[in-house]
C-alpha cells in the first residue's frame, strides 16, 4: 500500500497497482485454468488492476458517480490512458474461482461487463489497449500447456454457449 500511496503522490491524474500474484486453487480445474491466463498478454501487461488498484484525486476527478454497472474495475482503468497506469513491484495475491463452474460464471460476468462498457462509453474503451494474442503467442501457450489450453477453451466455449444473466457473480 505504501508503494502505491508514494506512486499516487504527484497532481497529475494517475491509477496505481501492484503485480498481481494468482492464489493457488484447489481444484485442478482452476489450476489448470489459471496457469493458463497467467500467460495471456493481459495478465502480463504493467497494472492490470484486477482486485486491487487505487487513483489519486486528479484522476478521481475524471469522472461523478460510478455508473451502475457490472465492471467497475474497468470502467475505471480505461479512465486512463495505458501511459497514466503505474505497477509498483509489490505483489498482491489474487483468488480464483474454484471450479469449471465457476470459472464460466466468473467469465461470462467479465464478458458482459466489458460489452456493457464497451455500448455505454466506447470512447473510454479506447484506453483498454489490451494487449492481443497473436496466432504464433496462442499456439506457443498451447503447446507449452495443453491441458490449461483445454481448459480454457472449455470455459471460454461454456461462456458463449450457456446461457445466463450475464449480472455480478463471484461464483461462490
Given at each position: ?12 491524474p494517475?491509477y ?12 485442478p ?36 458517480e460510478?455508473?451502475?454497472?457490472i ?21 498482491y ?31 473510454l474503451?479506447?484506453?483498454?489497449a ?6 504464433a ?13 483445454a481448459?480454457?477453451a472449455?470455459?471460454?466455449a ?15
Open positions: 500500500m505504501a508503494q502505491i500511496a508514494r506512486a499516487l503522490d504527484r497532481p497529475d494517475a496505481a497497482s501492484g503485480r498481481p500474484q494468482v492464489a493457488r486453487a484447489a481444484s480445474v482452476t489450476r489448470a485454468y489459471a496457469r493458463f491466463w497467467q500467460g495471456l498478454p493481459f495478465f502480463a501487461a504493467p497494472a492490470p488492476g484486477f482486485g486491487l488498484y487505487a487513483v489519486n484525486a486528479a484522476g478521481r476527478a475524471r469522472w461523478g460510478f455508473p451502475q454497472i465492471s467497475d474495475d474497468t470502467y475505471v482503468r480505461v479512465q486512463f490512458a495505458p501511459g497514466e497506469r503505474i505497477e509498483v513491484p509489490a505483489p495475491t489474487w483468488p480464483m474461482v474454484e471450479g469449471f463452474a465457476a470459472l464460466v460464471r466468473v467469465r461470462r460476468r467479465q464478458d458482459a461487463g466489458v460489452a456493457e462498457l464497451a455500448a455505454r462509453d466506447p470512447a474503451m479506447v484506453n483498454e489490451k494487449p492481443r494474442l497473436t496466432p503467442q496462442a499456439a506457443r501457450r498451447v503447446l507449452a500447456d495443453p491441458a490449461g489450453a481448459v480454457y472449455a470455459v471460454t461454456g461462456v458463449r454457449l450457456g446461457r445466463g444473466r450475464g449480472g455480478w457473480d463471484r461464483g461462490r
